[in-house]
């Protein structure tokens, strides 16, 4: 009996047909990922832009919604607009109590210390490139919470 012959012949295209399928699904899942995470930074961007701009009065309460529309830019096309939410309330942290204080202390000086504070609760669905589409088919769900105080007008 003879032995077997080793033949390699095709054993390099046999590995290259498994590994290139693994591989580009593999780069696809990086390159969605970071469309994920840069729709997420420009989220907080859009958030800390419009908080910049009603702190500088030149925006109010109300347009704050249309305004971090506006501030996403070229991706919008990544978010549920019509899910956008923006809760605003009164300030909770310690910093809006410490200014009542020295308000009240500086009560005789009558420019002193007049802030205006508000805290925004902002939520917003992002629609997912397609790998993340089918693990969350409603939607990431973005949510950010701002405090800003500003000179009253």
């Not at 347009?63 to 956008?84: A, C, T, V």
């Not at 923006?86 to 007049?114: D, H, M, N, Y």
């Amino acid at each position: 009996m003879k032995p077997f012959k080793k033949n390699h012949k095709g054993q390099a295209l046999a590995e290259m047909l498994i590994s290139i399928p693994v591989l580009f699904l593999f780069a696809a899942g990086i390159i969605q990922f970071a469309i994920l995470f840069l729709s997420y930074v420009q989220f907080e961007h859009a958030c800390g832009e419009a908080a910049r701009q009603y702190s500088a009065n030149l925006i109010d309460k109300d347009s704050l919604g249309p305004q971090i529309e506006e501030n996403l830019g070229p991706l919008q096309r990544y978010f549920d607009l019509d899910s956008l939410r923006v809760t605003a309330q009164g300030p909770r942290s310690t910093t809006g109590q410490v200014l009542e204080k020295v308000r009240s202390f500086l009560s005789a000086i009558p420019f002193a210390l007049k802030y205006e504070g508000s805290e925004w609760s902002i939520d917003i669905n992002c629609r997912p490139p397609f790998f993340f589409a089918v693990i969350f088919p409603r939607g990431v769900p973005f949510h950010t919470v701002m405090q800003v105080y500003r000179y009253p007008r």
